[in-house]
């Protein structure tokens, strides 16, 4: 026994010698972390100070703050991933300390000097930890704050470039200071010319042109023999009028990529060999660039066209067109796009010769001009249908001619594009005449850009549409098969496919949006908030609201709600009938996707107003005493839907009876609910009665329905026979249910007759009075075949008034 104490003392004693060397690896760890860490943490605050100093600078342009801002980008994902991996091992060494816990106290016991020295050790750690996560976090929050910097810059130069003001069109001044200064134009053109043949022959002459010359000449021919074996294909697939919609659609994409593809592959070949080459240059670089922007546009705009409109081709028409309006839109698309990627090749041309800007101000406003030309000559040659005169139609019957017919979404379609081309026509002339030229250059090149991505968008719908329709689809034998080989039933098969089509058309849809709306990585939503500075404040005691601020907000409300209708409307017609999901849930689900969407909408307005919710909380219940009694009713009905929607006592297309009225439940909302009666007239309950009064609903557990039918025997007539008759009429009737199986029942023993019953079920209590009808015909003829009649009740004698008693007056009797 005293050998093992002496052993366990020995023991102890090495203990210290142990643990030391056992936190020597966790210090040099430490020690050897920090110090890289710390180091990368000084090169990158001095990246940060370097950034901000370019940023200090006056004349920086677009391009040099975009520069900047793809230099701070990598900052901010190495700071990220920094601090993503030293938190968890903050929060591990953190944890392992709070386990020791806190120094003794100084009149506590000393504890062990093990435990001393891994706190100490522990605490060294967590500190450097802490230390750089601090750095971190702060050199993060100075990049998130140049970023600010640098995009409140770009909104500034862009507002200044696109909301600068001249003099008008209207103004003669405008066009004499263009012509003046046409000749320093042409001149500049001269000395680009003489540049770039000195640049030429600076670097071999021609010579020098043998290998471009050799390499486009070899692209040329292959695109040729492409071109060549593609038209042949596209000829050999002529579509019929009834083809598929697959078909209709890939050869859709076929017309526009023959289209578009050759035409920009040349004009990309042609600009890579030059440069390759090193032909051109720097000045005339951009100058070819812009040249290649514009073919691309002129060739999206004409092989989009012609691949949606088809003007050549009816049966190949994606859209419900005839073949006028398809031919003048088709027209007005390549014209447009001409007449843009002119614009942009002159404009390029202007700022390689550094031309005066009353010169870039003409041509942009000669642009505009001619657009607007176009587009009015597309409306006014595309004339609308004009509707029947009414008056003669109506052949001289009353009220036939105050009845107009349901237009249908093509016409709609057709009515608002309208509307629309003359709000542009309004717009850019208006923007012309005030002086706002580079406004209208910028509305009217948006347009084209977002008619060439409408017409691509429309074409991937079209295909997705296609492929989920005939690939994906329940209702066909392809997707069936689909189904089967991978496992799952057709009908999920069919929901996936449509979530998914749904899922990519919102992603183009967004993608269209910010390429069509956003210049170069500028939002819409910038340009107003820094061209709102120019505009009065509407002062609300304490409360400031910009007017362009005001225009956004009400624009941002405006969008929310309709992407809400949409997605109502994509839930409705797509998603939800190929579920199973039954008829009324999927109305209560629609009804509630509106109410969160406008919720969002509202919020989302709020915040763009800079109203806070909390002062809105505050103010409303301060309002709610004085208004809560006038909003009661308002209120117990708003709950009274909610409950109606969830709890779903009462559905859509239910047949109810309240308050005296029967009919179908059509639509039901947040403070009343429609009930279409029996006579086609539409009743309008509050949702309050619904729920605290008593409703007879005839299809809330089942829709099936009970019929009686009463029938009057004479008293000689065998009585089985009778019951065989009606029970052999309600079983042959379709509508009538097995099961339970009709019956009959001897009710009463009249006067004059004996008084049956038959009672069955039919499957849908809407068809009761229908089903009842059919018998009644059915058990008449039935019973005059077997040669039985039926007695007819005589009507129950009136009822003699009784005379008032008379009244005596002492002698005589009146």
Known sequence: MTTSFTRFVLAARRLPAVVALCLLPLAAMAASATTPASSKLEDTRGDIEQVEAVLGRDTLRDRDLEQLKLRIDPLRDALSKAIGTTEPRFAEINARLKELGKKP?????????????????????????????????????????????????????????????????LNPGFWTRAFAVASEEMRGIVYLGNDWRTWVEARGGQSALVQPALAL????????????????????????????????????????????????????????????????????????????VAVVVMALARSTSRAVMAPDRQARRLLNFDSVRAGHLHRLMVWGSRVFGVAVVLNALHKAVVAPLALTLATSAVMVLIMVALVAWTLLATKPDEPADTADAADGEPGRALADEPEDDDSRAQRWLRLFGWIVILVSLVSLSLGYVGFAAFFIGRLVIAAILIGIIYLAIALIDAVVQEAMSASVSRGRRVASMLGVSPSTLD??????????????????????????????????????????????????????????????????????????GWLERNLLPRTRIEHSLQHSVKQIVGYLGIIVAVLLALGQL??????????????????????????????????????????????????????????????????????????????????????????????????????????????????DILIAAACEHPQVLKNPTPRVFLLKFGDTALQFELRCVVSNVDYSLTVRSDLHFSILYRLRKAGITMPVIPPLPEPVPRMPPAISTGDATL
């Open 105 to 169: 106290e100084a009149d506590a016991p000393p504890e062990d000097a093990n435990i001393t020295a891994e706190r100490e050790e522990l605490e060294k750690t967590i500190s450097a930890l802490d230390g750089e996560l601090k750095q971190a976090r702060l050199l993060l929050l100075r990049i998130d704050q140049i970023a600010d910097r640098i995009t409140e810059r770009r909104r500034a130069l862009f507002a200044a470039e696109v909301f600068s003001r001249s003099n008008g069109i």
């Open 610 to 723: 800079g109203i806070d919710l909390q002062n809105i909380a505050l103010v409303a219940g301060a309002l709610s005493v004085g208004i809560g009694f006038g909003l009661q009713s308002i209120v117990s009905n708003f709950v009274s839907g909610l409950i109606l929607l969830t709890e779903r006592p009462i559905r859509v297309g239910d047949t109810i009876a309240v308050k005296g009225e029967e009919g179908y439940v059509r639509r039901i909302s947040v403070r009343s609910t429609e009930i279409e009666t029996f006579e086609r007239s539409s009743v309008i309950i509050p949702n309050t009665d619904l729920i605290t009064g008593v409703v007879k609903n005839w299809t809330h557990g089942n829709p099936t329905g009970r019929v009686i039918v009463a029938v009057n025997i004479p008293y000689d007539t065998d009585p089985d026979e009778v019951r």
């Open 495 to 568: 929901v996936t496919g449509t979530v998914l089509s749904g899922f990519t058309k919102v992603v183009l849809v967004a993608f269209a949006a910010v390429v069509a709306l956003g210049p170069w990585g500028v939002h819409v939503v910038d340009v107003t908030s820094t061209f709102s500075e120019a505009f009065f404040s509407l002062q609300l005691d304490s409360l400031t609201a910009p007017v362009m601020a005001l225009v956004g907000a009400v624009m941002l409300l405006v969008g929310m709600l309709v992407v809400t209708r949409l997605l109502q």
């Open 217 to 292: 000449a070899a692209i040329t021919v292959i695109g040729l023999v492409i071109a060549r074996w593609w038209g042949r294909k596209r000829t050999s697939r002529d579509l019929a009028f009834d083809a598929p919609r697959l078909a209709h659609a890939l050869s859709a994409w076929r017309v526009f990529l023959a289209g578009a593809v050759p035409s920009i592959a040349a004009g990309t070949a042609l600009l890579w060999v030059l440069q390759s080459h090193d032909l051109l240059p720097p000045r005339l670089v951009d100058l070819g660039q812009s040249i290649l």
